[in-house]
Nanobody, 124 residues
Framework: QVQLVESGGGLVQAGGSLRLSCAVS????????MGWFRQAPGKEREFVAA????????YYADSVKGRFTISRDNTKNTVYLQMNSLKPEDTAVYYC?????????????????WGRGTQVTVSS
């Protein structure tokens, strides 16, 4: 059983930065593509970013491209999401997810494991 635990969320002013972390435990991290998703109140969960096992490929939603950076440290079984130039519309619960297939990294249903989420609130 894979367990994912997010941390690093909080309250920040618009224009500020946060760094989210997702620690993976329970089994080998090897081969898993890791993704970040978010869900705002009253909205569906949406794709934010993803990174392949090797780190050689990254994917971003258009809304965060140029502002967010996903990375991973396989020696620590941890994936990160550096969020800069935050906007009020980035306010949401952010979830970490893992999948072990070659399917597209953007749909939520392609992921096998999910964390419980961490709240990010950006004030204007």
């Amino acid at each position: 059983q894979v367990q994912l635990v997010e941390s690093g969320g909080g309250l920040v002013q618009a224009g500020g930065s946060l760094r989210l972390s997702c620690a993976v435990s329970g089994r080998t991290f090897s081969g898993y593509t890791m993704g970040w998703f978010r869900q705002a109140p009253g909205k569906e969960r949406e794709f934010v970013a993803a990174i392949t096992w090797s780190g050689g490929s990254t994917y971003y939603a258009d809304s965060v491209k140029g502002r967010f950076t996903i990375s991973r440290d396989n020696t620590k079984n941890t994936v990160y999401l550096q969020m800069n130039s935050l906007k009020p519309e980035d306010t949401a619960v952010y979830y970490c997810a893992a999948k072990n297939t070659v399917a597209s990294p953007t749909p939520t249903w392609h992921y096998d494991y999910w964390g419980r989420g961490t709240q990010v609130t950006v004030s204007s």
